[in-house]
């Protein structure tokens, strides 16, 4: 079973170099250090970045800050049975 804290902590990490204020998904990948393919992993989970953007939402942009935005995610992940 995914570990939600050790996910929030990884896409925090990921996350937090983009430009904020942020306007869509596409904002993000500059930041990400291996683009769309950038993994997070928890136990046997594993989600790339691209794949959050196909299996939730995508957000409720603008985000002004990384924090928000891995919210409404993890969020996300929950409410489709991702973890």
Do not use: H
């Not at 902590?9 to 904002?27: L, T």
């Amino acid at each position: 079973m995914a570990d939600e804290s050790e996910l929030r902590e990884q896409m925090i990490d990921a996350f937090e170099g983009a430009d904020y204020p942020i306007s869509s998904p596409m904002d993000l990948v500059p930041a990400l250090p291996n683009g769309p393919g950038t993994k997070f992993e928890s136990g046997d989970y594993s989600i790339t970045a691209m794949e959050l953007n196909t299996k939730t939402s995508g957000g409720d942009f603008p985000y002004d800050d990384p924090e928000t935005f891995v919210d409404d995610i993890i969020e996300d992940l929950k409410e489709q049975g991702e973890i």
